[in-house]
């Protein structure tokens, strides 16, 4: 067999296997929260854009959730606004929700938008504010300024859109029954959203290749976990430090009634096509209840 040929069979080999994949979760929800270097690596964005844009064009129903920490940084530091963290979180006062909120919701929102639209699948922005999506609430003990946590979500905005076809792209930005914006976490918001719709999947973009057995070491990736188990590696000390979060966050959407989810490897192109359409996948699934 000749190049040509092995290449073709390697095509159509990817592609059948796809296809009972494609069959199962066509006209089904999947909630991607999108971060990490897929946000900021031009080639890692264009490939996330292509996967969002295939699964739309194939019956999937995508939700895009993202934040944008990079670019409020450049921002704030722009703008000589100091940027501080505590406990992992954005200290959040009146100047930087300010910058947070233009740069969530005006500018990498739309830059998302723009590159699912040139794409074919059609896209519209929204923050968690518009049509009363999300109620956000204070985080914590109020330390952290307007750092925000979801009190309630409301997702019939959402759901003419996704009968029509459109990809909802929101960002983390919501505000209070008061009408104060608050800076609420991706990931939360996220696993919020896959729950109130009835997600078959929560997908978290990250940049490490998912739950490991022993940390810094990819060959100890854990591909599959029962929701107890998730629960006995936190406890235990195995998840720790900012994975602690992300896997908190899949537990509490599972048990509102998302089937699985899923932390994978943002750097690695094409990641959310490898996860959702092939045996193997390629980050840790979180699922079933034993």
Not at 7 to 17: F, H, I, K, P, Q
Not at 60 to 78: A, M, S, T, Y
């Amino acid at each position: 067999m000749n190049k040509h040929s092995e290449d073709d069979a390697l095509r159509v080999s990817v592609l059948s296997e796809a296809l009972p994949y494609i069959q199962r979760f066509a006209g089904r929800r999947i909630v991607i929260k999108y971060g990490g270097a897929a946000m900021v690596e031009v080639a890692l964005k264009e490939a996330v854009f292509r996967d969002l844009a295939l699964l739309s064009s194939v019956g999937v129903q995508p939700v895009v959730v993202h934040g944008g920490g990079p670019e409020i940084n450049h921002w704030l530091k722009r703008l000589d606004i100091p940027a501080a963290f505590k406990d992992g979180l954005r200290v959040t006062d009146s100047k930087t929700m300010d910058v947070v909120e233009m740069v969530l919701v005006g500018r990498v929102n739309k830059q998302i938008v723009n590159g699912l639209n040139r794409l074919g699948a059609p896209a519209v922005g929204l923050s968690g504010s518009d049509g009363g999506l999300i109620e956000a609430r204070p985080w914590g003990d109020g330390s952290h300024g307007l750092v925000g946590d979801v009190a309630k979500v409301d997702s019939d905005v959402l759901e003419p859109l996704l009968t029509k076809g459109y990809v909802p792209v929101i960002s983390s930005v919501a505000a209070t029954l008061e009408g104060q914006s608050h800076n609420i976490n991706a990931d939360t918001v996220a696993g919020e959203l896959a729950a109130a719709l009835g997600a078959e999947k929560l997908i978290l973009l990250t940049d490490t290749p998912g739950i490991l057995q022993k940390e810094n070491d990819p060959s100890s990736l854990i591909k599959q976990l029962k929701l107890s188990q998730a629960r006995k590696l936190i406890s235990n000390g195995v998840v720790s430090g900012g994975m602690t979060p992300k896997t908190e966050c899949c537990i509490r959407a599972l048990s509102q009634g998302v089937s699985a989810a899923h932390i994978i490897d943002g750097r690695v192109p094409h990641a959310l096509l490898l996860e959702v359409f092939t045996d193997a996948g390629i980050g840790t699934m979180v699922a079933g209840r034993g």
